[in-house]
Structure formats: C-alpha cells, structure tokens
C-alpha cells in the first residue's frame, strides 16, 4: 500500500489518541513507516472483541449474583484472564483454581489463598469478597 492510502478511519483506539505504526511504500517506491488511526474493518473486529468481553464480565456477574460461581470468576472476567494465565499467576494448579470458582469452596479459603487472588486482581480482600454483592 502507498504511504498516502493508509486508512484513516476514526476507531475506538482514536477516542485514546493512538496510532498505529505500519508500513508503506513512499513515492519511490521503497518501504517507509507511516501512522495510521485505524481502519474500518479493524475497528469492527475491536469492537466486537469489545463486545464480546463486555458480555463474558456481565454473565460472570451475574453468575455469582445467582450464588452460582464465586467472585474469582468474575475477576478473572474483568481482568481478561482464562484459567491457565490465572493458574500460573496466583500459583496454583488448574484444578485447585477451578475447584475456587464454586461458591461454597470460596467461603471456606483462609485469607493466605485470597490474599494470592486479591494481588492478582489489583483489589483488596474485602473487595474480593464483597464488592460485587453490593
């Protein structure tokens, strides 16, 4: 692509003030770097990314709103993790993490436990445990 059809299109990343470093070939012909704000058909697929993981919070949220998952699983939502990337934060196995997500097993850990999820999410303890119920 010429360096002068680079796609300027107003994106959700424009909103922040970013571009996008890409490269372009000049009048010469040869390969040169240029900025772009963003095109279209990117822009929709960020924002049904965007949409998507807007949906997965919501459903988590609901979940332990029902008593139906503990908080980890909506903080894990929120902070854009799956069960191995949490796993391998707060150092336990897969399945001890899994075991976590139900409420009733959440209730019983001690504060040493919540303390690894609290840091990991960016939260306190009483946070953890309460800031969604409320």
């Not at 009733?104 to 303390?115: E, G, P, R, T």
């Amino acid at each position: 692509m010429e360096k002068d059809q680079v796609p300027q299109d107003q994106s959700n990343l424009t909103k922040n003030n970013v571009k996008e470093l890409l490269y372009a070939t000049d009048e010469n012909g040869n390969y040169t770097t240029t900025l772009s704000t963003g095109w279209e058909p990117k822009t929709i697929a960020l924002s049904n990314s965007i949409d998507e993981i807007n949906e997965r919070i919501a459903d988590a949220k609901q979940q332990v709103l029902n008593g139906e998952a503990s908080p980890i699983v909506y903080f894990m939502e929120v902070n854009k993790m799956d069960l191995n990337i949490l796993s391998s934060y707060v150092g336990f196995w897969k399945w001890r993490v899994k075991r976590h997500f139900k409420p009733s097993v959440f209730a019983k850990l001690n504060d040493k436990i919540l303390k690894k999820y609290a840091d990991t999410f960016g939260v306190s303890i009483e946070e953890l445990k309460n800031s969604i119920t409320k």
